[in-house]
């Protein structure tokens, strides 16, 4: 199993950068893909990006493409999120996740394992 905590939320004015950062622990890094989620008051949690378990691969939401990018270091066990031109729709909770299949689902049922979650907040 693998424990994860997201760091690196906060406010931020738009059109800025924000860097999340995800460290794991317990079992093996290397063998997770890992995701990045988000949930805004009152929506769905949703998709913004994943990366395979030894980083060739990334798949992103259509929302963040060209502006969010995803990134891992298995040797720090960490994954990151580089946020850039953020929006005030990108204010969210955002999470970290973890799947054993290596396969970049944008489904959040897919990942049984979870971080506590970080607040992103975007003013205009």
């Known amino acids: 199993q693998v424990q994860l905590v997201e760091s690196g939320g906060g406010l931020a004015q738009a059109g800025g950068s924000l860097r999340l950062s995800c460290a794991a622990s317990g079992r093996t890094f290397s063998t997770y893909a890992m995701g990045w989620f988000r949930q805004a008051p009152g929506k769905e949690r949703e998709f913004a990006g994943a990366i395979s378990k030894n980083g060739d691969r990334r798949a992103y939401a259509d929302s963040v493409k060209g502006r969010f990018t995803i990134s891992r270091d298995n040797a720090k066990n960490m994954v990151y999120l580089q946020m850039n031109s953020l929006e005030p729709e990108d204010t969210a909770v955002y999470y970290c996740?973890?799947?054993?299949?290596?396969?970049?689902?944008?489904?959040?049922?897919?990942?049984?394992?979870w971080g506590q979650g970080t607040q992103v907040t975007v003013s205009s």
């Open positions: 996740a973890a799947r054993v299949l290596d396969v970049l689902s944008q489904t959040p049922g897919h990942y049984p394992y």
